[in-house]
Nanobody
Framework: QVHVAESGGGSVQPGGSLKLSCFAS????????LGWYRQAPGKERELVAG???????NYAADVKGRFTISRDNAKNTMYLQMNSLKPEDTAVYYC?????????WGRGTLVTVSS
């Protein structure tokens, strides 16, 4: 069982920045495949960014160049640096951990972008 917890959400004005963190338990964090997803009101959950165990990253088209995903294996933590935030980035952001054929999710952290 992997326990996952997100933090760092909040309210920010358009053009602002936030950094989300995701802590995942376990002694084999370095082999986890990690991802950030988001779900806006009335919409389906969608992939925002992912990072593999070897550090390969991928991004959704609408966040590429604005968001940066990273991981610190020594701290069992993944990050999402979000810059140039837009109102359409408003959503609950979820951390996903994939390991040994299973997926684990956090409860999410709310990001609100509004003036």
């Amino acid at each position: 069982q992997v326990h996952v917890a997100e933090s760092g959400g909040g309210s920010v004005q358009p053009g602002g920045s936030l950094k989300l963190s995701c802590f995942a338990s376990g002694s084999v964090f370095s082999i986890y495949t990690l991802g950030w997803y988001r779900q806006a009101p009335g919409k389906e959950r969608e992939l925002v960014a992912g990072i593999t165990s070897v550090g390969t990253t991928n991004y959704a088209a609408d966040v590429k160049g604005r968001f940066t995903i990273s991981r610190d294996n020594a701290k069992n933590t993944m990050y999402l640096q979000m810059n140039s935030l837009k109102p359409e980035d408003t959503a609950v952001y979820y951390c996903n951990v994939g390991v040994y054929g299973k997926d684990y999710w956090g409860r999410g952290t709310l990001v609100t972008v509004s003036s």
